[in-house]
């Protein structure tokens, strides 16, 4: 769903090759001029008879006026393509000379955009345009890589902060349900405590993708769709709402963690934004491309596009902004649409027309383990 803007059609021509026809073209249309002017002084010169200065000689051939012009038209056409041929050579020289700080600039994107925010270009030469361009680039990178250095210590002091809570709660319960006689509400706390670390391990890990990286490892995208849909069977119950299922398998390479959270985020939204009554269609399966899909389809109140545009944004539900219903905090969807971007797939939100909402995500394919 997100991603750079498209392209405009059309062929792909270099720089250099731009300003090379730029150069020839300006330096055959000088000669152009020259030669213009040449021909008007010589096209209007009164026309007097031409003799020799010595009246001895009286067998000589001197061309006339009009000679003059024609031999100068033909002229004229082999110096413009001389000109031409010269504007083309060295204009493609001078082109590549004045563009080459350009090509350092571009390997300098093209490493960041693979992650390495330590490289610099440190452009040398001249106080000039492209200098003051890759200064800038190079201060750009140093403020990003503090940014992400502030981002990755904050990490790991919310990682220890959140940690230690709930590890010590993990222990007390521990230490209760060692009572022969405890309460059953302590199973169940003991297992919402076990998922609260793993979506706290989660989320802190999707602030860094080279963590969603580490930890990714091949899986079967059905498998966490599936618990997703058990565990939701009870609220689907309470609100009257026909949970369905078609699963197949779709392997993928990704989080397991993660990957419960957009399953569960998923099923849970076809269920809080439904009809009593209505129907939630939870699928998941190989698309032809070899890509795994996940889809849900529920029921529930019209959409209008530009509402269904914005569904991704944090605290932002079809109706408006975050309700305080127990909906939930209207994050679901904005998690979602990480979890995908960091996992290289694709989300699209479309809404149905007889009301309710149609979520697709694609992911990439691994293929099947022999």
Do not use: C, K
Not at 92 to 97: H, N, V
Not at 146 to 173: G, I, Y
Not at 218 to 240: I, K, T
Request: cysteine-free; glycine content about 10%.
């Amino acid at each position: 769903m997100n991603g750079a803007p498209p392209r405009r059609p059309g062929l792909p021509v270099s720089a250099r090759l731009r300003l090379t026809l730029g150069y020839a073209a300006f330096l055959v249309l000088s000669g152009m001029a020259v030669l213009a002017g040449v021909y008007i002084v010589v096209r209007y010169l009164p026309d007097y008879p031409l003799t020799t200065a010595d009246p001895s000689v009286t067998h000589v051939n001197i061309a006339s006026r009009g000679e003059i012009v024609a031999a100068l038209v033909d002229v004229t056409l082999w110096v413009l393509a001389a000109l031409a041929v010269i504007g083309l050579s060295g204009g493609w020289f001078l082109a590549g000379w004045v563009l080459r700080p350009l090509h350092r600039i571009d390997a300098a994107v093209r490493a960041v955009a693979t992650g390495r925010l330590d490289h610099r270009i440190r452009l040398t030469g001249p106080d000039d345009e492209f200098r003051r361009l890759a200064d800038a680039f190079d201060h750009m990178l140093d403020r990003l890589q503090d940014a992400f250095a502030v981002q990755e210590r904050f990490a790991a002091n919310a990682s220890h902060e959140l940690r230690t809570p709930l590890a010590v709660t993990a222990t007390m319960l521990d230490v209760a349900r060692r009572d022969p006689g405890h309460d059953p509400l302590i199973d169940r706390l003991s297992e919402v405590n076990a998922r609260a670390v793993g979506l706290t391990e989660a989320l802190l890990r999707l602030a860094d993708v080279d963590a969603v990286t580490a930890a990714a490892r091949p899986l079967d995208l059905a498998d966490p769709v599936r618990r997703a849909v058990a565990e939701a069977r009870g609220e689907a119950g309470r609100r009257g709402v026909d949970l369905r299922l078609e699963a197949s398998p779709a392997p993928v390479t990704g989080d397991p963690e993660l990957l419960l959270r957009l399953a569960d985020n998923l099923v849970r939204n076809t269920l809080r934004h439904n009809v009593r009554g209505g129907t939630a269609t939870v699928s998941v399966g190989r698309a032809p491309d070899g890509s795994a899909v996940l889809r849900t389809d529920n029921t529930g109140p019209v959409l209008a596009p530009e509402t269904v545009a914005r569904l991704t944004e944090p605290f932002l539900r079809g109706e408006g902004r975050t309700r305080r219903d127990g909906g939930g905090h209207g994050l679901g969807l904005a998690l979602v649409s990480r979890v995908v971007d960091v996992h290289g797939g694709t989300l699209r939100l479309d809404p149905r027309p007889g009301g309710g909402l149609t979520v697709a995500v694609a992911l990439p394919g691994r293929a099947h383990s022999s």
